[in-house]
């Protein structure tokens, strides 16, 4: 069993930060990638950004400079830092995981439960 927990969301006003983290447990063998997704009310799940093992991370093109996503990998861990956040940054945010477990033994794709952010006056 392989669980994503993602943490750091809330209210922030515009121009404000706010930095996700998300942590993977259980009986991981390896992960391949991580990245955030989001989705809006009324609007489909979308890529945020995506840090693959070894490569460089990419980005969707309405975060770019803004966002900043890094993993440590010693912990299983994935960060997404957020700056100059604005209204329509609102939406909740859901880690993914390219895990390759110790039962299964190939890769599948995890979600974690998602986390809410809100950029309001």
């Given amino acids: ?55 460089s991370p990419n980005y969707a093109d309405s975060v770019k400079g803004r966002f900043t996503i890094s993993r440590d990998n010693a912990k299983n861990t994935v960060y997404l830092q957020m700056n100059s956040l604005k209204p329509e940054d609102t939406a909740v945010y859901y880690c993914i995981g390219s895990v390759v477990s110790v039962r299964e033994g190939y890769e599948y794709d995890y979600w974690g439960q998602g986390t809410q952010v809100t950029v309001s006056r």
Avoid: D, T
């Fill in 1 to 55: 069993q392989v669980q994503l927990v993602e943490s750091g969301g809330g209210l922030v006003q515009p121009g404000g930060s706010l930095r996700l983290s998300c942590v993977a447990s259980g009986s991981i063998f390896s992960i391949n990638a991580m990245g955030w997704y989001r989705q809006a009310p009324g609007k489909q799940r979308e890529l945020v950004a995506a840090v693959h093992r070894g490569e």
